[in-house]
């Protein structure tokens, strides 16, 4: 019996779950600081909910890991489907949020399908790829039907408008069919394009704000009390920092209430600000060490579904992470792009422990064989 | 084909190219925070120390009102509340003490509010006392430093500088709820927000958009426990950037005159009811009061809980305007329109004599008179004049009511005055298909001749009636009545004015319809056996006709009992509506005092006070003369009772 017990947790590895604990102390430590001082607007609060949030995505990423990847396989499309349905559902009903109508109430929960959406894509891409042609490189005749699959939540997505999350369901797809080995001169050819249509896009497009909010990215200071005003005060959080930080709970910034919004999209400037150079530094490589793993485990397993699978599901949490802080530090436009675990959000932390446990399950199941 | 493992195998190049990429990214990042944190860095530290700025909402000012003779009646006025923050507070007792001692409070008082408020979250702020003057102001400031937790709070105030005069017309502000947001934002296409002040009754609300503002944004330097600090340091990151300042709204001045809303209010002391006056050359309206009333500043400030239980327990409902948002039975005011009609359709004249016998059998129901013996041999004048029921049921028994709802619609009844303030009602004006439509049966007779005295379905609002009356003064000219007379900006040039508007002018078949029922309703008040005779008032020459409306149907035992002996709640309703001066109108008002028994004790004198106030104000030359006009009169009436002492008219119809 013993033994048996023994057996099973050797079969774990506890790597993903281990970094993806790690990551969240921070970030609930880091939350706590954002917001401790924020109590007038009830936001003090809101580390409960969040440890509330992990501690159900944790039960889901184990309830998951016990589960058959061929499970996944079996369930892809369905999945697809089903949160494609309930993103169409939000064009329908949503509730308007910071006006964009981004919300699905159910009794008393609020979720945002376009999270779970990343999922579905990923789950749909993965079997389409082994299935079809599973040792073909990409061209453009063979992304067709993934275009197909991508666009259609893509559109909807940006049409409610949502425009940051859009881009990112094509970002994670990107990801997917550059390991899918697409050809370099596709890759190319599809770069050009990007840039034209970027253009293109940016013309005619765009609304007035999500313009601007490019305008105040080149140059923040051109409109500092408007919108620029988030980029410039995000990247004073950020330099007051310096090397070693002012330390935990003493971000002025924060306290202050400089920074909007500064327990969801800006929470990893307040960390730069307690933390500094060396923090950032720290917080990157656990991030790293996450993403490594999933890769080393995309290349060690047998099956090619559970490769693509675990490089969808890395590339969800790559871009999400990356994007944020790019555009925290002043690298990207601000866009309302959560960093994953640390900030404040219960769909994004759900995405999260949903595909922990599907790598979990992966992982686990290649020991077996193994 | 490839097995599954070798199809892994050959992606694993891919896989290191990830593997680089995203190495790569985050060495980007990084490198950005090496140049933001360490190159930067002392620059951006240095700021973060400096540059405490926040951006903070500047409130607009809201428009003031003024009356048509320029006086201020709404202001806003700045007002310092004393406030506890709880969080704050330090040595509690040696604190409340000394605050005590400037706000002139009991600390144990002091005390007991905070202990009432104890179950609240520390760092929310308590109020101590409400409106502090400047001088405890001063005190709070200068001892700050050992008052710690103890602040002032300043907002700017919306103050009606009449309290309860006239609040039914000027409305209330208040904060914009949950619910009317998205309401809100749907109609005027406005961002607003949760906290937002908004006219929501009356005046503020039909104007709100000229009266609201634009509010501003001012970056204010605050210290490290987010409290503004009283120098700005300007040699900041922020240097160049200028506060938005708010647009103030813009000022009203309304058709209302401030003086006669006074006399108006005061004339209606104890009294329940409303009373309107109206320019009849224009259709301004000079006075708008109803009673009893409230106080609108105390909306804007957050309604107390007593406050707002004292108003909807109150059996009275102060909240609810008594001149355009109900209706009544008009009673006898109705009369002189029913003359109108008939007039008008050749059915009667000014010679046609009705013998009243105090009572009229019509079918197997008898129709009463309000005077028990009657009044004997009745022609039109005498019948406005005494108020004789059974002459004008006689009268509109010769026609159709259909015919009688034409002339009372065209003047007006029956339908909305078209005035620019919110939930107007319309009244009732029935006819055979209306009856037919509303209760599937066919008119009766005998309805008619209750509708011909103001009774049954007719209803009207005295803003109706006042309109009404005022086409009878000018010749048949229907005007919109309105409130608003110039909106300024606050340079003080106009931006928008409202002019008079014609909405009809009633084409009179007979010349000689109007004098007829003007010469009553002039003797109803200025011949001794008018109805109004005791009540006519000095030197307004004021024509009208009083009005007694039945609140239940009057059973025949009960159409002659005293008024006053009733229960309150049965007691009938009593009207005037009248214009003046009589040979030369100017003013049209009409009244209605609830359960005020008697039209010419009741509501009488309200209009009469008004229109003295409107005459000594506007037209003192005139208003000099007709106190001759009115000396004349008053004594051939002395000279004809000595002469041969008749019975004056007693009674009160």
């Known amino acids: ?370 | 084909m490839f097995g599954e493992e070798e199809l892994v195998k050959i992606h694993k190049d891919r896989a290191t190219l990830l593997s680089y990429i995203i190495t790569a990214a985050f060495g980007l990042v990084l490198s950005r925070l090496w140049y933001l944190q360490v190159y930067k860095g002392e620059t951006l530290h240095n700021y973060s120390i400096q540059n405490r700025l926040r951006k903070e909402v500047v409130w607009a000012p809201r428009g003031l009102i003024f009356s048509r003779d320029d006086q201020l009646i709404v202001d806003n006025i700045p007002r310092f509340d004393v406030i506890l923050t709880p969080q704050f507070l330090i040595n509690k007792d040696e604190t409340l003490v000394k605050l005590s001692k400037i706000l002139s409070m009991d600390s144990e008082a002091i005390k007991a509010i905070l202990k009432k408020n104890s179950n609240q979250a520390k760092y929310r702020p308590i109020i101590i006392k409400k409106n502090v003057t400047f001088k405890e102001l001063a005190q709070i400031e200068t001892q700050n430093a050992d008052l710690p937790g103890i602040s002032v709070n300043t907002f700017i105030s919306r103050e009606y500088r009449d309290k309860e005069i006239g609040a039914h017309l000027l409305g209330y502000i208040s904060e914009v709820s949950q619910t009317q947001l998205p309401k809100l934002r749907e109609r005027d296409k406005m961002d607003y927000r949760l906290g937002d002040f908004i006219g929501q009754f009356g005046i503020e609300e039909q104007l709100d958009k000229y009266l609201r503002g634009q509010n501003g944004l001012e970056f204010v330097e605050v210290d490290a426990r987010g409290r503004r600090k009283r120098y700005i340091n300007t040699d900041n990151l922020f240097k160049g950037i200028e506060a938005e300042k708010p647009l103030s709204g813009m000022n009203v001045k309304l058709t209302i005159d401030r003086d006669m809303q006074i006399a108006a209010y005061n004339a209606m002391e104890g009294k329940v009811g409303g009373i309107i006056a109206i320019d009849i050359a224009s259709g301004e309206v000079l006075t708008m009061i109803s009673r009893p009333s409230f106080d609108p500043s105390q909306f804007s400030r957050g309604l107390t809980p007593e406050y707002w239980r004292s108003l909807i327990t109150n059996k009275e409902h102060p909240l609810r305007d008594r001149n355009i948002q109900e209706h009544f039975s008009p009673g006898s005011t109705f009369k002189a329109l029913t003359g109108i009609a008939a007039f008008e359709e050749g059915e009667i004249d000014e010679n046609t004599e009705v013998n009243c016998t105090g009572k009229w059998m019509f079918g197997r129901r008898a129709y009463h008179c309000w005077k028990k013996e009657g009044h004997g041999a009745t022609n039109l004048v005498k019948a406005i004049r005494e108020s004789c029921n059974v002459y004008f049921q006689k009268a509109a028994n010769r026609m159709p009511i259909d015919a009688l709802a034409k002339y009372a619609k065209a003047f007006g009844l029956g339908g909305r005055t078209g005035i620019s303030l919110p939930r107007e009602v319309a009244g009732l004006i029935p006819t055979s298909e209306w009856k037919k439509k509303r209760y599937g049966q066919e008119w009766q007779p005998g309805e008619t001749l209750s509708c011909a005295i103001g009774q049954s379905y007719v209803l009207a609002s005295t803003i109706q009636l006042a309109t009404a009356y005022a086409a009878i003064a000018n010749g048949g000219k229907i005007y919109r009545p309105f409130v608003v007379k110039d909106v300024y900006d606050t340079n003080g040039e106009l931006v928008k004015t409202y002019t008079p508007e014609l909405l009809s002018s009633i084409q009179m078949k007979n010349p000689k319809t109007l004098k007829f029922i003007r010469e009553g309703l002039f003797q109803v008040v200025n011949s001794p056996k008018g109805t109004a005779w005791y009540r006519r008032g000095q030197g307004i020459l004021m024509a009208g006709k009083t009005g007694t409306a039945q609140v239940k149907g009057a059973s025949a035992d009960k159409v002659h009992q005293k008024c006053e002996l009733m229960d309150y709640e049965s007691r009938h309703h009593a009207l005037f509506v009248g214009f003046a001066p009589a040979d030369n109108p100017k003013i049209a008002a009409a009244a209605i005092v609830e359960h005020g028994c008697h039209g010419s004790s009741a509501a009488t004198p309200i209009v009469e006070a008004v229109i003295t106030k409107y005459m000594q104000k506007y037209h003192p030359e005139i208003y000099l003369q007709n106190l001759e006009k009115d000396k004349t009169i008053k004594d051939n009436w002395i000279k004809s009772l000595r002469a041969a002492p008749a019975k004056p008219a007693v009674g009160d119809e």
Not at chain 1, 74 to 91: E, H, P, Q
Not at chain 1, 97 to 121: D, N, T, Y
Not at chain 1, 281 to 305: D, E, G, K, N, P
Not at chain 1, 350 to 365: D, E, H, K, R, W
């Open chain 1, 1 to 370: 019996m013993n033994q048996r017990l023994v057996d099973f947790f050797k079969r774990y590895d506890f790597s993903f779950i281990g970094s993806m604990s790690a990551i969240f102390l921070v970030g609930i430590l880091n939350l706590y600081s954002a917001t401790h001082s924020q109590a007038h607007e009830g936001l003090d609060s809101l580390y409960k909910s969040q440890l509330m949030w992990f501690f159900i995505s944790a039960v889901v990423a184990i309830c998951i890991s016990f589960l058959n990847p061929k499970t996944f396989e079996r369930f892809s499309y369905v999945g697809y489907v089903l949160t494609l349905f309930l993103v169409f559902l939000v064009m329908l009903m949503g509730k308007v949020g910071m006006g964009a109508q981004r919300w699905l109430v159910l009794g008393p929960i609020r979720m945002q399908p376009s999270e779970f959406m990343k999922m579905g894509l990923v789950l749909a891409m993965a079997r389409f790829f082994t299935k079809v042609n599973p040792e073909v490189e990409l061209g453009f005749k063979e992304l067709i039907l993934p275009g197909i699959i991508v666009m259609v939540p893509a559109v909807m997505v940006i049409l409610q408008p949502d425009l940051g999350t859009g881009m990112l369901l094509l970002f994670i797809f990107s990801m997917m069919i550059f390991y899918k080995r697409l050809k370099w001169k596709t890759i190319a050819t599809l770069g050009v394009i990007s840039v034209l249509s970027g253009v293109l896009m940016y013309n005619f497009g765009l609304r007035e704000y999500q313009r601007k909010r490019i305008h105040t990215f080149i140059d923040p200071y051109q409109d500092a009390r408007g919108s620029g005003y988030n980029a410039i005060q995000s990247e004073i959080a950020i330099g007051s920092g310096r090397l070693f930080g002012k330390g935990f709970k003493n971000s002025s910034q924060a306290s202050l209430n400089y920074l909007p919004e500064n327990h969801t999209d800006f929470v990893f400037a307040i960390f730069n600000e307690e933390h500094g150079f060396f923090g950032s530094v720290f917080l990157i490589i656990l991030y790293l060490v996450f993403f490594m793993r999933l890769i080393w485990l995309a290349t060690s397993v047998q099956r090619f579904y559970d490769s693509v699978l675990v490089v969808g599901i890395m590339s969800i949490f790559f871009w999400h992470a990356f994007i944020n802080m790019a555009m925290v530090s002043g690298l990207l436009p601000i866009v309302g792009i959560p960093l994953p675990l640390m900030s404040y959000g219960g769909s994004s932390m759900l995405t999260f422990g949903v595909g922990v446990g599907m790598a979990t399950s992966i992982s686990n199941t290649r020991n077996f064989f193994n």
